[in-house]
Each structure stands twice: as structure tokens, then as C-alpha cells.
């Protein structure tokens, strides 16, 4: 966590948070993890996928927003052009610290406000305040504690999500094949989806199971937002 420190507002009173999203601040990812909370707001914006970590095996939730490292098409005119910023964009530049042990699981409790002094988001001349005059928190602060609890509560829920997906073997590779409107032609590899066809096999106490936590519907929002590729392809034949 280089660049990130512990919060205070003895020492930190004076910093200001710019909130527009622009390349320049560090918006430009092109693969965002999110949570499953989010995925009622994200179908209709973003193309959502699972991607696997090459180094812990582990597969994480995520929507595209480009198809080469550092481009994301949602920026354009120094805006985030959609309805719903995912919340992993939208708390930067903070981040959970957990008070504990090396590897502790991160709760309510145990968790602190962090912030990353390096990101160009921070400075002590233009922006919204973290702190009043009193050295009290002030609105955007309270956002980003609000934004930082569903993260701490949403993560694991996520994981228990997608480690449902693995046990039942419902994620399948998908390999985008891009005609680009230059006659360029690109494959973008390393995206999952849902595998609609064993998804449908599910029954008797495990489909209810799915049903009861909500993993269905997940799922069938997942599949939907694919369509949203097209909307990225459009985009990038513009650019």
C-alpha cells in the first residue's frame, strides 16, 4: 500500500479531494473489480465478467471498460459517461485498513480509514474538504466511511458468490473476437461468463439454494450485460 496512510485529521485537515473522473487522476483501467451488490446498476451500463488473478488462481468479479491496458472508453469530455461509477472508482483515492494482524479478515470494527497521498486526486488547493474548521468530517468524508463499510461488507459476499459459481463449475472462458471499423481485427482472452447451459441443469436443493441467495438472478444479470460489449466496440470505432 505504498502512499497510503492512516487518515488524521490533525495532520490531514487541510486536504481537498478532487471527484471528476479523468484519465489524468488515474481513471483510466480498463478491467474494474466490483461488487455483486452492484450488479442491479451495472447491467445496463457495463459489460460484467469474471477474470482470473494468473498469480492466486482466484477468479474476481468485474466489469470491461476497454480492450487494451489503460484505455477505458467510459471517460470522454472529462466525465464518466454512464449512470452508475462502480464503487471500487468511486472510493479512490481511500482505501480499508484493518487494525490486527497481517491477513486478519477486514469487519466493521476492525477497520480504519486510509488514504493514498500520491494520487493526483489529492491536494490541499482544489477540491471538496474532508475536514470543517473544527476539524470535523465533512459530507464527502461521511460518503467515503458509508462507500468503505459496503466495500469491508460486500467483498466477502462476492467471494462467497463466485466461489458458489466455481463449485458448481458455471464459469466458462469467453473470447471476444473485435472487427474494429479500421479493418484492424483484435481477440481479447482471459474474460468468464456464466455457463448458460449447466446453469439450467441446476436443481432440487441447489437451485433453491441459488434462488434463496440471490446467486440466480446474479447470474442471469451477468449474462445480460454482455450485450453491453457492442455499446464499448461503437465507442472505440468513434475514438
Not at 489524468?24 to 442491479?40: F, N, Q, T, Y
Not at 449512470?83 to 497481517?102: A, D, N
Not at 466495500?151 to 473485435?178: C, N, W, Y
Amino acid at each position: 500500500m505504498a502512499g497510503y496512510t492512516i487518515l488524521d485529521p490533525k495532520q490531514h485537515q487541510d486536504l481537498k479531494i478532487i471527484t471528476t473522473k479523468s484519465a489524468e487522476l488515474g481513471d483510466s483501467h480498463h478491467i474494474i473489480p466490483v461488487l455483486a451488490e452492484e450488479l442491479r446498476a451495472l447491467v445496463a451500463e457495463y459489460p460484467i465478467c469474471f477474470i482470473k488473478d494468473n498469480q492466486t488462481g482466484q477468479f474476481g468479479l468485474n466489469v470491461l471498460t476497454g480492450f487494451e491496458l489503460g484505455e477505458n472508453l467510459f471517460l470522454q469530455a472529462q466525465a464518466w459517461n454512464a449512470s452508475y461509477v462502480p464503487l471500487h472508482i468511486r472510493r479512490q483515492p481511500f482505501m480499508v485498513g484493518i487494525k490486527g494482524e497481517e491477513g486478519d479478515t477486514p469487519t466493521p470494527d476492525n477497520t480504519i480509514v486510509t488514504i493514498n497521498l500520491d494520487s493526483p486526486k489529492v491536494n490541499k488547493e482544489q477540491g471538496e474538504a474532508l475536514f470543517d474548521e473544527d476539524a470535523k468530517p465533512t459530507e464527502l468524508l461521511s460518503q467515503v466511511n458509508r462507500m468503505l463499510v459496503n466495500l469491508v461488507q460486500g467483498i466477502p459476499r462476492t467471494e462467497a458468490f463466485v466461489k458458489s459459481l466455481l463449485e458448481h463449475d458455471l464459469l466458462m472462458p469467453v473470447k471476444l473476437d473485435l472487427a474494429l471499423a479500421s479493418g484492424e481485427k483484435k481477440s481479447f482472452t482471459g474474460l468468464y461468463n456464466i455457463n448458460e447451459e449447466k446453469l439450467a441443469t441446476l436443481s432440487g436443493d441447489t437451485l433453491q439454494t441459488f434462488h434463496q441467495k440471490g446467486y440466480l438472478q446474479a447470474c442471469h444479470l451477468i449474462m445480460a450485460s454482455f450485450g453491453q460489449v457492442q455499446k464499448l466496440i461503437a465507442w472505440k470505432n468513434k475514438a
